[in-house]
């Protein structure tokens, strides 16, 4: 199955500015999905990114606070842009891997200060 | 969209058979079921998937009854290392193969 390398693991930021998460996949996927994860909770679906075309968000989400890139069939970004401390969270991407099953990367632990 | 329903916490000594049910009413035709088990500071690893009756892998069995509006991920003789936040998740071509995550089920086992 697909692996993601996700980075960067951690990150501390200030408020008000902009942190961008990369993901790398071992092989081609069609769709690749962006979730937040608050501690303890459990994972919320922030946007299915396509190559070719816009992302779709989910309720909640708006291109302008998390703008997503997918410039190719093996490369994603996602940014947390104009950050609150809210932002805090754990950050992970996603990708089809072999039939219905999903690989995850190790995820991207934000600290907004 | 397919939403599921878990425990939300179950413990089990080491070494005993740990049965997890979901409930997913409202799952689709085309829908899979799948199980995934997180770890603190991992992503979601994926276990098992399956379509209907049972799917046995190295690692569990999933049981699916004919009406599919539930589901049983069995864990044979857990250990320590099993303890870990299990998912259930139904999607597929009809969800956009997008996967909504329940509240998952943390199990902890004890020595």
């Known amino acids: 199955s697909a692996v993601i390398s996700q980075k960067p693991s951690r990150d501390i930021c200030q408020r008000g500015t902009s942190l961008t998460i990369q993901c790398q996949v071992d092989s081609q996927v069609t769709m690749m999905f962006w979730y937040r994860q608050q501690p303890g909770q459990s994972l919320t679906l922030i946007a299915t990114a396509n190559q070719g075309s816009e992302a779709t968000y989910e309720s909640g989400f708006v291109i302008d606070k998390f703008p997503i890139s997918r410039p190719n069939l093996t490369f994603s970004t996602l940014t947390v842009s104009n950050m609150s401390p809210e932002d805090s969270s754990i950050y992970l991407c996603s990708a089809r891997g072999t039939a219905y099953g999903y690989t995850f990367g190790s995820g991207t632990r934000l600290t907004v200060v | 969209l397919a939403k599921t329903t878990q425990p939300i916490s179950m413990d089990s000594y080491e070494g005993q058979e740990v049965n997890i049910t979901c409930s997913h009413n409202?799952?689709?035709?085309?829908?899979?079921i799948t199980w995934y088990q997180q770890f603190p500071s991992q992503g979601p690893r994926f276990i098992i998937q399956?379509?209907?009756t049972k799917v046995t892998n190295e690692v569990a069995s999933l049981f699916i009854p004919a009406d599919r509006k539930s589901s049983t991920l069995s864990l044979p003789r857990v250990s320590l290392s099993d303890t870990a936040v299990y998912y259930c998740?139904?999607?597929?071509?009809?969800?956009?193969?997008?996967?909504?995550f329940g509240t998952g089920t943390s199990l902890t086992v004890i020595p």
């Open positions: 399956g379509y209907k």
């Open positions: 998740l139904v999607g597929g071509p009809n969800t956009g193969n997008q996967f909504y």
């Open positions: 409202n799952i689709a035709t085309n829908d899979y």
